[in-house]
């Protein structure tokens, strides 16, 4: 991309680069205080106080647990959720001078229990300890956008790393639930890197360059700390390694294929035990804590679906909310309807959708531009080299999996969807893109009515 650039032009150009990454970090830092608030915030800030067991108190074999797990108890939160938000928010609160005895009620907040209610007797957090906590999780939602950059850079060049890095970083349902203390910053940052490790090793066989043990290490770290962000972050990782496999596949690299897939179950492996490690609610019998995960995972599902919906989605439904989620719709402040009638929470709405720190409101027209965008990226994307082609296209069909087995109509569901259909709009951008300049130029704009000072006839 940068061959034959001079070294001062190459300079500012990198200089530029950092700038514009500088500039859409910050606006992702400063809308975090403005930010709406969620009950599941306070459950976060609650269990955060793992982070003074683990680090502070230094007993980290007290989060171990066997169940039972019942519903919003310490070891049913643990074992069902990632363990990284928690430890980030004790560490922000930490450093900020807080202690465990400024943390909400438990469980952090009551979903059986009105907003009023969980008020009232200390579930929601105070506003200091809200803002400090949603310091971490928007630190790394801002360095996501490096990483979207850096995928953007990789997968179409520089355009497609702007346009890319600049709607990622702007797009309000993104931002608002990165800026919150949940688990989607961390989400979106280590299942981002995972991806862009995995486009670089795949680039570096496709030019038939053997790949440094240190990408297949950085693969493995930003696998398991996927993981260990939101379990969801399987979709990352599943479309990270079936981007080298199927780059390999589709390269015809015979040859290099088993050492190749002998890598990737070593990686494999490797990210599960770093999961572990990293989530103590496993440790004890991890293969029963697995089985666990994952019968607390779908009894949790369904009481959401009996609780908080009309049922599951019908199969149509969940088809157009993969259509509509990443640029049609606007962001969902909260999922139990009953929150519209609380004056607090519609105050803090307004509040935040009237700020220009909210993002950029695609609204019909434009988001109905860049939904257009998106099946001219996924044809561009066809022509690409065979590892970019093939490794998108992996990571694509293993997200509209998870997605239409997804029974609820929440948007954070989709924001794994949003970088993908983000980086197909922005190369569908850099394709039409020259034909739209090219027809300027054939077509120029006819010259003004006045000119010169010679007035035009009239016709009289």
């Known amino acids: 991309m940068n061959v034959g650039m001079k070294p ?31 009950g599941d915030e306070a459950m976060q ?17 007290r989060l171990m647990s066997a169940g039972p797990f019942d519903i919003d108890t310490e070891a049913q939160l643990r074992i069902l959720n990632g363990s990284i938000n ?70 179409g060049g520089s355009l497609v790393a702007y346009l890319a890095s600049g709607l990622y970083a702007l ?53 398991g700390l996927a993981l260990a962000s939101k379990h969801s972050g399987a979709v990352f ?38 999961f572990i490690a990293l989530s103590p609610a496993l440790w004890y019998d991890p293969p029963a804590r697995l089985q666990d995960l994952l019968a607390v995972r779908e009894q949790l599902i369904d ?11 019908p199969l149509a439904q969940r088809i157009e909310f993969i259509v509509t989620q990443p640029f049609l719709m606007p962001a969902q402040h909260f999922e139990v309807a009953a929150w519209a009638q609380y004056e607090p929470i519609t105050r803090e709405v307004d509040r935040y959708m009237a700020s220009p720190l909210s993002g950029v409101q695609f609204g019909p027209v434009f988001g109905g531009l860049l939904t257009l965008l998106v099946p001219v990226g996924m044809i561009a994307a066809l022509r690409r080299g065979a590892s970019a082609r093939a490794g998108i296209f992996a990571w694509l069909a293993l997200t509209l999996v998870m997605l239409l087995l997804n029974p609820l ?42 000119s010169d000072g010679v007035q035009p006839q009239t016709g009289k």
Do not use: C
């Open 8 to 38: 001062a032009d190459l300079l500012s150009h990198r200089l530029f680069s950092i700038f514009w990454l500088l500039l859409l970090s910050a606006y992702v830092l400063a809308g975090a205080p403005l930010a709406s608030f969620h």
């Open 303 to 313: 009481i959401q679906v009996r609780a908080h919906t009309e049922g599951a989605m």
């Open 409 to 450: 109509p929440w948007q954070r569901y989709y924001l794994p969807l949003i970088p993908i259909f983000t980086l197909f709009a922005s190369l569908g951008a850099q394709t039409l893109l020259p034909g739209f300049v090219h027809r300027l130029k054939q077509h120029p704009t006819k010259e003004p009515l006045v």
């Open 171 to 223: 797009n309000p349902v993104i931002l608002l639930n990165g800026r919150r203390a949940m688990m989607e910053g961390s989400l979106l940052l280590f299942g981002l890197l995972a991806i862009l490790v995995a486009v670089m090793i795949a680039h570096q066989r496709a030019q038939g360059r053997r790949e440094s043990w240190r990408w297949w290490a950085a693969l493995t770290l930003a696998g």
């Open 86 to 155: 928690r430890y980030a928010i004790g560490l922000s609160w930490h450093l900020a001078g807080f202690t465990n005895g400024d943390l909400p009620a438990p469980p952090g907040w009551d979903w059986g229990l009105d907003y009023d209610t969980n008020a009232a007797v200390g579930h929601r957090p105070t506003d200091a300890l809200l803002a400090v906590s949603r310091v971490s999780s928007a630190l790394f939602l801002a360095l996501s956008v490096w990483v979207m950059f850096g995928i953007g850079w990789q997968f």
């Open 45 to 61: 800030i609650w269990m955060s106080h793992d982070y003074a067991t683990a680090f502070i108190y230094g007993e980290p074999q």
């Open 237 to 274: 990782v599943g479309g990270a390694f079936g981007w080298v496999l199927l780059a390999e596949l589709i390269g015809r690299r015979w040859r290099a294929l088993p050492l190749t897939l002998a890598k990737l179950a070593l990686s494999g492996g490797l990210v599960v035990a770093l």
